[in-house]
């Protein structure tokens, strides 16, 4: 060989290992950029995406990983070859499984030592296999990270004694990235598990919490006994519907109704017959309100109805079919047929009587209140609409 001769092949070499040092950089640089946050990624493709990285940078026939199991096993997870990287067809791999020890995959995994095959044609480990199908040259390579091992690399080619120091070197420096790569997935879905799982929670806390509060409000605004509103709701209530009237015109009407002679029937026939009357009672008002209308236990014996849109004569239809209802409510108790009665008084709210007097309702329901004793004292059983009178009585 002449000197010419050895410039060249030094040149060859250079070019050669320039070529090698550039390819190894895109396998790093790419694994490198890999983004493991997709949300919907799993660690099969994390894995094939790595592994379709080292083969379209480097001369190998096929690389596959085999995943760790819990009962310490090797399970054939994805694999691809250098025909598939390079024509983008989906990938297929035997679903082999190898015992720790097993073979070299098994034996890389068991020392945590890289296992390299030169000659698997002449490898006694390789006897039992058909030598159509086995390969040429195989390194098995542990992937580990912070003690933990993940699973091993296997990297094989069809000819034997093929990969190199450089080749090794480059799997060294590769299976760190890629242990590291897995360990980081793992740690982002275990951390994302424990957000949904620390979120769900913290939401369950949440509803239990709202549908507390609401059952709380709902019980501060309602009657225990009858189900229905309250005086604390109905004072609510009737503030925003009389502030309504006071911004559309509409008329609103208060109805103040009370039981005649309730306490007779609670002293004759006890309380628990009482509450059942009471009850009763209010089922009865329900049944003829719309969905507008408010009934409210006022207090006692005493029941409270609001409702708008109304004028004088069909608020007094109203009143008197609602004392008509009642009327006409009967039971049997110790073989007695017992019935009662109700005295209603009637105020209704105009927008003339808001700019004349505002919104003064506690004198609005005063108004009513004056009105339903009225009715007691012409004989019970009545509805009287207040008036003026009736403040000088």
């Known amino acids: 060989m002449g000197f010419k001769d050895a410039i060249d092949v030094d040149t060859l070499d250079f070019q050669d290992i320039l070529v090698d040092l550039l390819n190894s950089l895109s396998v790093v640089r790419s694994l490198s950029e890999i983004d493991n946050h997709q949300d919907n990624t799993s660690e099969k493709e994390l894995v094939l995406n790595a592994l379709n990285i080292l083969i379209s940078h480097q001369d190998m ?45 098994g034996l890389a995994a068991q020392q945590g030592q890289l296992q390299h095959c030169t000659n698997c044609h002449n490898d006694a480990r390789f006897a039992s296999v058909d030598k159509a ?3 040429g040259s195989i390194i098995s390579v542990p992937v580990m990270a912070l003690g933990e091992l993940f699973g091993v690399l296997n990297i094989s080619h069809p000819e034997a004694h093929y990969f190199s120091g450089w080749h090794i070197r480059l799997l060294e420096i590769y299976k760190n990235m890629l242990g590291q790569l897995i360990s980081n997935f793992r740690l982002l879905k275990k951390m994302e598990w424990q957000i949904a799982q ?31 509103y309250n005086r604390r709701f109905f004072y609510a209530q009737v503030t925003q519907s009389v502030a309504r009237t006071a ?22 026939f006890g309380h628990n ?18 969905d507008s209308d408010v009934v409210a236990r006022f207090g006692g014996e005493e029941f409270v109805v609001l409702f708008s849109h109304a004028n004088s004569t069909n608020s007094l239809v ?34 003339q009587i808001l700019q004349e007097q505002g919104e003064d309702i506690d004198s609005f329901i005063h108004y009513a209140d004056l009105a339903m004793y009225k009715a007691k004292n012409l004989g019970k059983n009545q509805v009287v609409v207040f008036t003026e009178d009736l403040l000088a009585s």
């Open 198 to 228: 620390k979120t769900e929670h913290l939401e369950n806390a949440l509803a239990e919490a709202s549908a507390l509060k609401a059952r709380y409000e709902s019980l501060s605004m309602q009657d225990s006994l009858t189900g229905l």
């Open 273 to 290: 017959f009482g509450d059942q009357v009471l009850i009763d009672v209010a089922n009865a008002l329900k049944a003829e309100m719309r």
């Open 61 to 105: 026939e096929r690389c596959s990983f085999f995943i760790k199991t819990k009962d310490d096993c090797l399970v054939n997870l994805t694999g691809l070859s250098a025909g598939q990287a390079s024509t983008g067809e989906n990938q297929a791999h035997k679903p082999l499984t190898f015992k720790m020890g097993e073979g070299i995959i």
């Open 133 to 135: 199908f086995s390969p």
């Open 318 to 351: 109203f009143a008197e079919r609602i004392r008509k209802v009642i009327a006409e409510l009967q039971w049997i108790v110790n073989q007695q047929q017992v019935s009662l009665s109700a005295s209603i008084g009637m105020f209704c709210v105009t927008q």
């Open 247 to 268: 911004r559309s015109g509409d008329t609103l009407c208060l109805l103040l109704i009370d039981l005649d002679c309730f306490k007779a029937i609670n002293d004759k």
